[in-house]
């Protein structure tokens, strides 16, 4: 016991004049404490478990105690003064297998005494002084629990017990030992599974838990008012730990990320504070800026706590009120003016209070909501134009079957929330609706108390979602179909950025890797379910940032075709990796998009035009890539718990649905060029005009690019193309009637199809002598370009180009609205008829 003590004496005293000769920095002086209190632990470990089993013998199958650091030693950032918190486990109930007498002891006692003399080594207080003060509490009902506890007993403790500030407690637990005898190497590995597969469920739950924000909220509150009381004992004092802005909200701001996203994003399934905050960078949960001021202050105030603790081996973290004091602690720190340092040392504070808010939504838990007993108040309806129909939507939420099923604890959060979203409606652009659909909203997502706890807890969630419901009808039922896309209303900074495609394909590549079975293969039903919901969640960003009026219908396009090729992506790398039979390790298979998506102008629920090329001699790849192809469709269009991808449409392949589902790129050069007489019909390079490669094989995409190009520049009769032009768009005309005084942007004459028809008309009539035309840079783009080169008057074609930007913008708005028809009678639109279709009369009359 002597030796241990004089090792950490002297161990603190090389790591203070380290650290205080600036030689290492932060982390490195905690993980020397950590360390030390880890060799500490296994010595005393040893020497415990030795003296018992020459008494009692060796636990039965190779048993051996677990010691779980928990706090500060589990996460390798003991300070200076730490006590060490812990917990004894031992892996199940048996008999040890006797002594020299023969004599035995249940694993329980056996393990008890081990423990309790594990405490007397390390923290008992000799002349030599004590190596750690150990501290217990931490355990299964505390100090009134047993002193060690089987696998069990933890997790049927967990089930019934297990209390939210538990969970957080057990974020950073760690076994700090190892086995006491190498011959127990295997046993104590399986141990340390069957503890890993308790604890993780019990801290890490599958679904968004923001439940765990007022139970964080109230844990920190309970801390500060302890704080509180101290402090008026030591008033000006500055508490670097627990007061306000102090080390422990930085804490709790990581492990409320954790808790509330780590079931579902195992990169937050880490120990250490810093290496947290880094990964909730990259999952853009935080800012760069955010996270490097964070740090900076975690950094100068652990490092402040350790000056404090190096006096005299002080536990406190208390900065001293003496002025000498404050000028000695001022220098240590690297400041040689104290109110220099002071200043610092309020920056930081201030900075992680304000955050620690934000994070938290500094909710008043007293806070009063109006009551929506029936029947209503006249002024709890002001601004609705129909008050009855809102209150009788409330009144069949409330009596409904759903409602009274719900538990005690979801009913009181909706109670709880309804007057506050009922007051968001009434101050939203839409109050009638916007209503409605709130109350849709908490009817789908009234048995899942995350989502509850989310729009409960924080107050800039509720009035976005307030915001989105009013502004369109299809997004609102996007929502609603989607509830998990709650959680993005959360931080407009992430919100409203910008996509960043290629890290989002990265991160998705992680989430896909990291969902596995049991047996190590991957799991495909949670791997469809991921990539639904990160695509949602890409599309719901897209969403919320078209409806601040931040991106134009272009730009929306873009986005949106953009994200299906990433998408695209993924599912091929995955489609193809789940090929029993793949005679290669990349596939020889390249995705070609049509239609909307190869002109890139997609919409929010446009259909995927596809058609899939290769080019490999073996045998074996038309029935590999066939395989390949009805993989990906599957990924694309199977309903699961999170919804569906894209409907698909293959029909423009070669031959149709006659046609086989995949093609060489020989059959398909074959196919367009008419080869022996038979193959595309004309509409078919028409649709030809508005294909690209999307994915796959990048030399299967030049060789498409290249042949797409050369059959767009064939020699072609004007006069033919006129005609093969006005016969398919009277067919376009039949199959889209419109028998009411509404202008049908899309479908009407004078509308959208008809300046895309005369822009494929000009593609298919003049490339062979103005190739630049084959540029498939959109609509407006060639019929300025054909402007420009004279093929129809500039004037009336640049007016004709602007317009259809308009049409495109009006449909756009009207799918948002939720209208199935792009029908108006907006005087400004009906206007536009005319010119584009004096265009049409001047190009193809």
Not at 110 to 124: A, D, L, M, N, Y
Not at 454 to 462: K, T, V
Request: proline content about 4%.
């Amino acid at each position: 016991m002597a030796e241990l003590r004089l090792v950490r004496q002297r161990s603190m005293i090389e790591i203070m004049r380290r650290d205080l000769q600036g030689k290492v920095d932060l982390f490195e002086v905690t993980e020397a404490l950590s360390f030390l209190a880890d060799a500490a632990v296994q010595i005393a470990l040893k020497f415990s478990h030795k003296m018992q089993a020459e008494r009692f013998g060796e636990p039965a199958d190779g048993d051996c105690m677990m010691v779980v650091g928990m706090g500060k030693l589990g996460g390798l950032e003991l300070n200076a003064s730490s006590d060490i918190d812990l917990i004894f486990l031992y892996n199940q109930d048996g008999e040890t297998l006797g002594g020299p007498t023969g004599k035995t002891q249940s694993h329980a006692e056996f393990f008890t005494q081990v423990g309790k003399r594990v405490i007397k080594i390390i923290s008992e207080v000799t002349d030599e002084g004590f190596v750690f003060r150990v501290d217990m509490r931490l355990r299964p009902n505390g100090d009134s629990g047993p002193l060690v506890v089987s696998l069990d007993m933890l997790e049927e403790y967990f089930v019934v017990q297990g209390r939210e500030w538990e969970r957080y407690a057990w974020i950073k637990a760690r076994v700090v030992n190892w086995a006491v005898d190498p011959a127990q190497d295997a046993a104590f590995q399986q141990s340390l599974d069957n503890l890993n597969n308790i604890v993780r469920p019990f801290v890490f739950r599958k679904y968004l838990d923001f439940g765990s924000i007022r139970a964080l909220r109230a844990l920190h509150v309970q801390i500060r008012n302890e704080v509180n009381k101290r402090e008026s004992q030591h008033p000006g004092s500055v508490h670097v730990k627990l007061g306000r802005g102090g080390i422990r909200e930085i804490e709790f701001t990581a492990q409320a990320f954790q808790l509330i996203r780590g079931g579902r994003e195992p990169k937050l399934q880490l120990r250490r504070t810093v290496d947290v905050l880094e990964v909730c960078v990259e999952l853009g949960l935080i800012t760069k800026d955010d996270h490097d001021k964070m740090v900076a202050a975690y950094r100068f105030l652990r490092n402040l706590e350790h000056r404090l603790q190096y006096v005299d081996d002080a536990q406190t973290h208390r900065l001293p009120a003496s002025p000498t004091e404050v000028l000695r602690i001022a220098r240590s720190m690297g400041f040689q003016d104290p109110g220099n340092f002071m200043k610092a040392l309020n920056r930081h504070m201030d900075y992680v209070a304000s955050h620690f808010d934000v994070v938290f939504g500094d909710k008043q838990e007293d806070e009063e909501t109006p009551s929506l007993e029936l029947p209503w108040a006249d002024t709890l309806t002001q601004g609705f134009t129909n008050p009855k129909a809102a209150q009788d939507r409330y009144q069949h939420l409330i009596e409904s079957s759903r409602y009274q099923a719900l538990p005690s604890a979801h009913r009181e959060r909706v109670d709880r929330l309804m007057p506050t979203l009922l007051a968001a409606a009434g101050a939203s652009s839409a109050p009638d609706s916007c209503w409605r659909y709130c109350c849709d909203l908490i009817e789908t997502v009234s048995r899942r108390g995350a989502y509850l706890s989310l729009l409960d807890e924080y107050p800039i969630a509720r009035m976005r979602v307030s915001r989105m419901l009013a502004a369109s009808p299809w997004a609102a039922n996007f929502l609603i179909k989607h509830p998990l896309l709650l959680d993005e209303l959360l931080d407009s900074r992430t919100l409203l950025t910008p996509p960043d495609f290629k890290q989002w394909k990265q991160q998705l590549r992680d989430l896909l890797d990291q969902a596995k079975l049991p047996d190590g293969q991957p799991d495909l039903e949670r791997q469809m379910d991921l990539i639904r919901e990160q695509h949602h969640a890409q599309l719901f960003r897209v969403l919320t940032q078209d409806l601040e009026n931040l991106l134009t219908v272009e730009h929306v396009s873009d986005l949106l075709s953009e994200l299906a090729d990433c998408t695209l992506e993924i599912i091929l790398e995955r489609a193809w990796d789940q090929l029993p039979k793949r005679h290669r390790a990349q596939p020889r298979f390249a995705v070609v998009a049509y239609g909307k998506h190869g002109g890139k102008e997609l919409g929010y629920s446009s259909d995927l035009d596809l058609i899939f090329l290769f080019e490999d001699e073996d045998d074996r790849a038309p029935d590999l890539y066939a395989q390949l192809a009805k993989r990906m469709n599957r990924w694309l269009t199977t309903q699961t718990a999170a919804g569906t991808l894209f409907e698909t449409d293959f029909r423009l392949r070669p031959n149709g649905e006659a046609g086989l589902l995949v093609s060489s790129v020989a059959s398909f050069e074959d196919y367009q060029r008419r080869e022996g007489g038979v193959g595309a019909w004309f509409w078919e390079h028409q649709a030809l005009t508005r294909a690209r490669f999307c994915v796959g094989d990048v030399e299967i995409g030049k060789k498409f690019e290249t042949l797409r190009e050369e059959i767009l520049q064939l020699p072609r009769d004007w006069n033919d193309v006129k005609k093969e032009v006005i016969t398919m768009r009277q067919k376009m005309l039949d199959g889209h009637p419109n028998h009411t005084e509404l202008f049908d942007v899309k479908h009407d004459l004078g509308g959208m199809v008809d300046v895309e028809f005369m822009v494929q008309a000009l593609v298919l009539g003049f490339a062979n002598k103005y190739p630049e035309l084959t540029k498939n840079k959109g609509n407006i783009a060639l019929l300025k370009k054909a402007g420009e080169l004279g093929l129809v008057p500039a004037e009336l074609a640049n007016y004709v180009a602007d317009a259809y930007r308009q049409l495109r913008a009006k449909q756009h708005a009207l799918r948002l609205a939720g209208h199935d028809k792009s029908r108006t009678s907006d005087p400004a639109l009906m206007v536009m008829r005319k010119p584009i279709r004096k265009l049409w009369e001047t190009l193809l009359g």
